[in-house]
Every structure is written in structure tokens, then in C-alpha cells.
């Protein structure tokens, strides 16, 4: 039986997708597939195109309807927005982009706006969401980790029994073990660890590589600066979506506000190199005692 | 019931009854340091607290196992305890969870030690991996504009 692999372009980073003992699928259709739903993706949550819904939705007030795929997402971060007291967000997106990360990639930063809160700016109903005030989302800390499931699934039910989807280091590891190294933000030819993953998730965030001026892409609401001291995260969880979130999520808030809520593994690193590990990253990690 | 190595279970009876471990402590000491760890006692029956928690009485020196109990919402869960009491004071303790309820898991992982180490890089080739985890490779038009504005600053 023989495998398959490749790979896209796709929200703005780059895809790898494997497939093991592929000999009874249709690999051009199901590649088609991927590229669609993931183009579909974009289409919707893109914050850098203006025929997106959400570029939309920062235009002007008023009732839109969601895709199908939106409630799920949403209550995701509505659920997080609660347990950290709203310092993970999807209304950062003006923050984002007065800083310099715009649409055009101008990193020019301007004074901008406080961040808005949840009920200022949003209200939800069935597969609606009205805009009270315009705002810009941003759905970065979680959508990518949320299209990995999406294609996971779709992967899936098209028959594929092993297979590996790869959205630029948030990964979902599906009926094979993939031993996942954890790139050192200081130097990417080298990893500082490697687990193995199988039927799970792991996702990385890490401020080395979206930086300009004073900034990088991770935000906190309060300060309305770039979060500061954490330099990568990594997160094992039953599913991409919130594992991407959940890493986010630890640059914001204590390891303890997430860790009594959710079930997951985590790794963190500052500037030092220092590391804060669960369990099941600790035999991972390269040290030097242990 | 607990037993130090010595075999006395007077002493242990008396430091598992009061030892009951509730959701809200954080304050173990995993130090090798000779400090004293306040523990919640909701028992007292050798010696009374003082106004800091701490038991008064002096204890054996040696190591004790305790299993603490104590209730969550989903039930009554175990929590097991090694300590090593040193001249009344607790001078190393280890504690293990035995949660066998998904909640009381991740509650018991709360005060479960969390790993604390400085780690080294190894280049990628040295290492046996299929994948590599880090932050989202950034797109061209990002990179580009990156470097059109770092050739800007230069000039």
C-alpha cells in the first residue's frame, strides 16, 4: 500500500497533509475537496480579504447570518472569553491592525481604540449575529486549529484510515504516531523536545516569527500591547481547536485558570529558555537535569 | 490508614485524621528546605493548632504515607501522601493523585507539581521526528513587506 502527501497554501500559512495506504481513495478528488473547504474557510473568517464575511461585519452594523460552521467556533470563544475574563477575544482584530498587522501589511502603527467588550459589540441568536458595533474579528487564535479538525474530519470521512493534517505546526496526528518536534523560537534549526502524538492534537504558538516594531501578533486586550514575557506555547488536546486556543490562551492567563476547566498537556518557554511542562511533555524535553 | 517505617500507627492515625486535603490548597512546600507546610486539619486529636494552622505537637521523626480524602462534587476521591517529618517539621513531601473522576483529575493536577526545567536546543537532523510544531509559517506578502521596511530602516 503506498502514501500520499501534499501540500498548499492555505489562510495564510502553509499546509501539509499525508495520507498512509491510499490505494483504494481518490487522492485528486479528495485534494480538490481539501482545497475547497479550506478556500471556503478564508473565504468567511479572513480578516485580509474584502469579500469576507468578517470584513464585512467591520463595515457596518446590523444582522448577518453565519455559515454553518460558525456556532461551534463562536461558543468556543464565547466560552473562553468567560474564563479569561475576556482577555481572549475575537474583537482584537483593531488592535491588531492599528499596530501595524493590517490588511496591507503597512506595520505602521496608530493610536487606537480600548478593546470592546463581548455584549458592547456582539449579540448572537441561532445562526445570526448582529453587529452593534462595527468591529473587526480576528479568529486567529483558534480558527486554524478549528479548519484542522474540519479537515480532519473531512479526511475521514472520505475514507482514509491514517493520515496526518499539518496547518503550519497545529497538527492532528490520525491512526499513526507522528513524533512532533518542538521548535526552538530562538534558533528553528533546532527543536527543544519531541513527543509522539496519535489521535490527538498538538498545537504551537510562539512570537518569533509574526514580529514588527515593539509588537508581535499575540495581544492582550487590557494593556493593548503585545503580551510580554512568553515566548512559545504548545498544547496536547483531544481536538486542534482547543489545543490552538488553549495555547493562546497561556500567554494570557495562569497555567491554573485553564488547567481545572480543560483536560490537556502543556508546555511553556520564556526568554530564558526556562520551561514550565505538564506530564506528558516532560520526558519530551531536551535538558539538561532532569 | 498510614504507617511510618517504624510501624506506628498511633502517630499515623492522628496525622491521617487530620490531614484532610480540600480543593483550595496551594501552599505545599516541595522544598528540600527544613520549612514548616501549613496543612488543613479539620481534627485535631493529638495537640491543637496555633493561630498559623500548624500542629504543635512533636511527632516521630521519620517517613509517613497518608491517604488524604476528601470530597468533590462527584464524589469521595483519594489523594496519596508521602512526607517526611524531620524534628515536627515536614521536610520533603510528595503527592500523588489517585482522582479516578475526570474533574477530580484535573483539580488534583492544580497542585500536582508542574515541571520547571531549562531546556537545550538539538538540531533538527540529530533528531528522530516526523513533524515539527512552532508558531504558523507567515505568508509572502507578510515576509515581503517585513523586509521592504527592514531595507527601508537600513537606508
Known amino acids: 500500500m503506498s502514501d500520499h502527501k501534499f501540500s498548499f497554501e492555505g489562510i495564510g500559512t502553509k499546509w501539509i497533509i499525508d495520507l498512509y495506504q491510499v490505494d483504494q481513495i481518490d487522492l485528486e478528488d479528495l485534494e480538490k475537496k481539501v482545497r475547497q473547504r479550506v478556500e471556503e474557510f478564508d473565504q468567511n473568517y479572513s480578516r485580509f480579504r474584502t469579500d469576507s464575511l468578517v470584513w464585512q461585519m467591520s463595515q457596518k452594523t446590523g444582522w448577518f447570518d453565519l455559515p454553518s460552521d460558525a456556532s461551534k467556533m463562536l461558543d468556543s470563544y464565547e466560552k473562553l472569553y468567560e474564563i479569561t475574563e475576556g482577555k481572549f477575544t475575537p474583537l482584537i482584530g483593531d488592535l491588531i491592525a492599528a499596530a501595524g498587522y493590517d490588511r496591507l501589511y503597512s506595520f505602521k502603527s496608530e493610536v487606537s481604540e480600548p478593546v470592546k467588550q463581548w455584549n458592547e459589540a456582539l449579540e448572537r441568536k441561532s445562526n445570526q449575529i448582529q453587529i452593534k458595533s462595527p468591529v473587526m474579528l480576528d479568529f486567529g487564535a483558534a480558527g486554524k486549529g478549528y479548519l484542522v479538525d474540519i479537515i480532519t474530519d473531512l479526511i475521514e470521512k472520505n475514507g482514509v484510515k491514517k493520515f496526518c493534517v499539518d496547518g503550519s505546526g497545529d497538527i492532528y496526528a490520525f491512526g499513526q504516531t507522528q513524533k512532533v518536534g518542538l521548535e526552538n523560537p530562538f534558533d528553528i534549526t533546532q527543536v527543544v523536545g519531541v513527543v509522539d502524538l496519535e489521535n490527538e492534537s498538538i498545537c504551537g504558538s510562539a512570537t518569533n516569527r509574526r514580529k514588527w516594531g515593539n509588537y508581535h501578533h499575540i495581544f492582550d486586550p487590557k494593556t493593548g500591547r503585545s503580551t510580554v514575557g512568553i515566548v512559545a506555547t504548545w498544547v496536547i488536546a483531544p481536538n486542534a481547536m482547543l489545543a490552538d486556543a488553549l495555547s493562546t490562551c497561556l500567554f494570557l492567563v495562569p497555567i491554573e485558570r485553564l488547567v481545572r476547566e480543560f483536560d490537556f498537556e502543556f508546555l511553556i518557554l520564556d526568554s530564558q529558555m526556562n520551561a514550565t511542562a505538564s506530564k506528558g511533555f516532560r520526558d519530551g524535553l531536551f535538558s539538561g537535569t532532569k | ?155
Open chain 2, 1 to 155: 490508614m498510614i504507617v511510618n517505617e517504624q510501624g506506628n500507627k498511633g502517630i499515623a492515625a492522628a496525622v491521617v485524621a487530620g490531614l484532610v486535603v480540600v480543593g483550595g490548597i496551594v501552599g505545599w512546600s516541595l522544598s528540600k528546605k527544613e520549612t514548616p507546610v501549613v496543612i488543613e486539619t479539620k481534627n485535631t486529636m493529638m495537640g491543637s493548632p496555633d493561630s498559623t494552622g500548624m500542629m504543635k505537637t512533636k511527632y516521630k521523626n521519620g517517613n509517613y504515607e497518608v491517604m488524604g480524602d476528601y470530597t468533590s462534587p462527584g464524589g469521595a476521591e483519594q489523594l496519596e501522601v508521602k512526607l517526611t517529618l524531620t524534628d515536627g517539621v515536614i521536610s520533603d513531601i510528595t503527592v500523588i493523585p489517585q482522582a479516578t473522576r475526570p474533574t477530580s483529575k484535573i483539580k488534583q493536577a492544580d497542585f500536582a507539581e508542574h515541571y520547571k526545567v531549562m531546556v537545550l536546543g538539538k538540531n533538527i537532523d540529530e533528531v528522530m521526528l516526523t513533524k515539527v510544531s512552532g508558531s504558523s509559517l507567515s505568508p509572502k506578502g507578510f515576509n515581503d513587506a517585513i523586509e521592504k521596511i527592514k531595507s527601508q530602516a537600513r537606508s
